[in-house]
């Protein structure tokens, strides 16, 4: 994602972090919602602020 993109917090965000810290990487987080809504920007930006290093979506289709 381009670094000069704005990314606005949401409140999934903070859900998010819940989820990561009592499931400890036991589980799979499932985001639902409309269309064009920032799921996917969302989680990419969890992945990229949270872990040590993630694999990019679009690199990971071709996996």
């Known amino acids: 994602m381009d670094a000069n993109k704005r990314v ?3 409140k999934i965000y ?3 972090l819940r989820w990561k810290e009592s499931r ?3 589980t799979a987080l499932l985001i639902k919602g ?5 799921k996917s920007t969302i989680a990419e930006e ?3 602020n ?5 694999i ?3 690199m990971a289709m071709f996996v």
Do not use: L
């Not at 409309?34 to 920032?38: L, S």
């Not at 949270?50 to 993630?54: A, I, M, R």
């Open 24 to 26: 400890n990487g036991t």
């Open 8 to 10: 606005f917090k949401r």
């Open 34 to 38: 409309a269309r064009r809504v920032g």
């Open 50 to 54: 949270e872990n040590d290093s993630y």
């Open 14 to 16: 903070d859900e998010m």
């Open 56 to 58: 990019p979506m679009y």
């Open 46 to 48: 969890f992945a990229r």
